[in-house]
Structure formats: C-alpha cells, structure tokens
C-alpha cells in the first residue's frame, strides 16, 4: 500500500486552527468551552464531516469521528488528542495528534484501503488544566478513573461550574453516561510533539514512548497577617508570601534530592493577595505538579513537600492548607503497539528512538482502558507551551505516515 501524506494541506490546517484563538497570532489561547474552544471544535468537525466520517459526541464534548471499518461490531482501533490551549500556547500542542490522526484516515482513504476495524478520531476535552484545575478531564471521565458527582461540582476562577460551562458549549447530559465501556477499543495510539529537546538533540526523525510518567498536583493556601509595609517592622511579620517562597524553593530542592533526573516539580500558580506594592501579602495560592515515571519516587517528594510546609508555617507563624488534586499512577505503554509503532518506522525507513514521556496526555488515562502507546515527533529546541512551539512540516509528515501505518496494522490485528 502506497501512502502519500498531504502535509501541505495538514500544515494549512494547523494554521488555520491555530488562528482561532482568544489572542492574536502567533499566540494561541483556546481554553475549554470558550467561544474559541468552541469555534475550534466546529473547525475539525466540518474537516471529519468532509472526509466521511461519522460524527458523535459525548456529555462533556469528548468528540468521536469514526471511519467505519469492515467488521463494524469489531472494537475499534482509536486516535486523537486535545485541541484546547493554555494561555499564550502555540500551535502544534495536542493539534498534531488531532489533525495528524485526521490526514492518516485521508490517507489511508486515498490508498484505497478499507480497514478491518473501524478506525475513530478523538477530540479530548480539556486535556490541558487551565479552567478547572485538572488534566485531562475528558478522558478522566472516559476511563472511568474520574468521579462523575466530583467532577460536576468542579469550579473555575469565576466560580462558574463545569455543568453548567459545557451546557453553555452545548454538551448537555449526564456525565456519568462519559465513560466507555470495557474492551471499547482494541488499540489507541496518540500522536504528540515530544515538548522535550531529547528527539532533536539526538537528530532522530520520531520517538515511540513505552512509559508516560505520572503526574500529582497540590493546591497549597497559605495565610497569615497583612498590614502596612512600612509600619509592621520585620520581628512582627507573618508575611505568607515569603512563606510561600521558602515552600516553592522545596519543591525545587525535593525534586532534586529523589536521586533520579525523571523526578521534577514545579510551581506554576502563585497567587498574593492582596497584591499591593506597600501591603503585606495576607494571603498566598499555590500550585505545584510532581512528576515521575515511579510512583513510589513521587509520592516520596510529594511527602517531603508537605513536611516542609509544616515547618515553615510554625516558623513563620502562618497557617498552610494543602489539597491533594491527583496522583495519578505512572502509564506503561503496551507492548503490542509498541511493537506495531516501531515497525511501522522501520517500513518507511525512518529512525526512531524508544523514550518515556515526561509530559503526561490522555494517553495516561487511555491506557487505563485499552492497549496504548504513543508516537513522538520533534519540536525545535524542545520548546512547547509558548507562541514560538515550533514542529516542521518534514516532522508532521513523517509522524502522520508512521501513525497510519500503524492505524492500517492494528485495524488488521
């Protein structure tokens, strides 16, 4: 079977998706269930329609475009990824996997090929946590691994909950009614811009992950005593934020002291109130991710984290409350699909290197459920999560041609 990728119009299309954003280009900001998110969907949507595919979604917006196979009460072989963006993003996070999974079934189409199994396109929701605190809510609540009454009631900055902004985006329903049933698919594989330098380091054209690590989030709310900056001497002080900086600075210090280089955390919402220049900060939130491909390494630093806000909030005369957002186990990568992965390169000559990822997606929770892997496609300098993320169309079409192929072989098995 011959398999000719249309990258140029893939590209047009990356581009073009990439235009519908909260911001001007080249920034891309689609948060879930906006009006860009929104225009988004409708975007790939009317792409799948064009393309033949049969469209359905679910009460979260989870979006399923299927090409029907041969045997169609065969469990399906699935694809996707996430089109939502954090603020000031770029183009190619999650739409690779999403538009990438889209010109392999046209490709596929063209060749002539009629797939065994039916091959289906997700759409995830809200893979990215900007809006309600969690990631990868879509296939959270599609693995079963989500509580449905908890997920309801989840709240963003606005206080507007999760029912009612997906009923404002049109996906109404029980969510309860999200989560698949077992053995729904026969396989899934996802497509990504590795968001790491390791692929272009090394000159090697695609990665094929057998491990995605394993993410935990804490929420950290520190208050202690505002007061004028200058009439408050410093003996007198409860200052919450430089309670926070002394835990921020822990998070650093534990991550580093687990002894492995997969072990990282972050600090990536510091939130002072009441953010005045000559006013003491009463008030601090926080958030902070840790991640690992091994769980126990995690949950160690996890527990070195919450030591340390003990200590410093005794010290410093604060009070420190910390919630445990997840701490999801890590994801292994199944070896069948890996194996069709890697051999699909090597059908087209193409060099690959096995990898684990440290960047967690909904294939994390995919493989909960079903057989999965994912396949890496380099980005320049590693650089993701920013306007200039950048992955070239030689990459793009490469990682499209693999991940058809291994589409077409799983369809098959």
């Avoid at 189409?109 to 009629?114: L, N």
């Avoid at 210090?253 to 919402?269: I, K, L, M």
Wanted: charged residues 25%; glycine residues 8%.
């Amino acid at each position: 079977m011959k398999l000719d990728i249309d990258w140029e119009r893939l590209v047009t299309e990356l581009d073009a998706l990439g235009a519908i954003s909260q911001e001007a280009p080249p920034v891309v900001t689609r948060v879930v269930f906006t009006e860009a998110d929104v225009r988004g969907r409708e975007f790939v949507k009317k792409l799948c329609r064009e393309a033949g595919l049969i469209i359905r979604e679910d009460a979260v917006g989870n979006t399923f475009a299927r090409w029907a196979g041969q045997n169609p009460e065969f469990e399906p072989v699935g694809t996707g990824s996430h089109i939502d963006a954090i603020p000031n993003a770029g183009r190619f996070d999650g739409t690779v996997g999403v538009l990438g999974g889209l010109e392999a079934i046209r490709a596929l189409a063209h060749a002539g090929y009629r797939p065994r199994r039916s091959i289906e396109l997700i759409i995830f929701t809200s893979e990215e946590p900007t809006r309600f605190g969690i990631g990868c809510l879509g296939s959270r609540l599609l693995s079963g691994l989500l509580d449905p009454a908890a997920a309801s009631q989840y709240k963003d900055r606005d206080g507007v909950t999760l029912d009612a902004a997906r009923s404002a985006a049109g996906f109404d329903g029980a969510l309860s009614s999200v989560r698949l049933p077992p053995g729904y698919y026969s396989a899934f594989v996802e497509m990504h811009i590795e968001q790491g330098a390791i692929l272009e380091q090394r000159d090697v054209p695609l990665g094929v992950v057998t491990a995605i690590a394993a993410p935990a989030s804490l929420k950290i709310t520190i208050e202690g005593e505002g007061g004028h900056a200058g009439a408050v001497l410093l003996p007198d002080r409860h200052d919450a934020f430089l309670a926070a900086a002394e835990i921020a600075l822990a998070v650093e210090a534990s991550a580093r002291s687990s002894g492995s280089r997969d072990t990282v955390g972050t600090v990536g919402v510091c939130d002072v109130f009441p953010g005045a220049v000559n006013s003491i900060p009463s008030r601090v939130r926080m958030e902070v991710d840790v991640r690992d491909v091994d769980e126990a390494r995690r949950d160690s630093v996890l527990r070195k984290i919450e030591q340390v806000c003990e200590d410093v909030t005794r010290r410093r005369g604060v009070q420190a409350r910390v919630e445990l957002v997840n701490a999801d186990p890590p994801g292994r990568c199944a070896p069948r699909v890996v194996d069709t992965l890697a051999k699909s390169c090597e059908t087209h000559g193409l060099r690959f290197e096995r990898m684990i990822s440290r960047a967690y997606h909904d294939s994390l929770f995919m493989s909960r459920i079903a057989p999965t892997a994912m396949l890496f496609i380099p980005c320049r300098g590693g650089v993701s999560h920013r306007p200039d993320e950048y992955a070239s169309p030689e990459s793009i079409a490469q990682g499209t041609l693999v991940l058809a192929e291994t589409l077409a072989s799983l369809a098959e098995q």
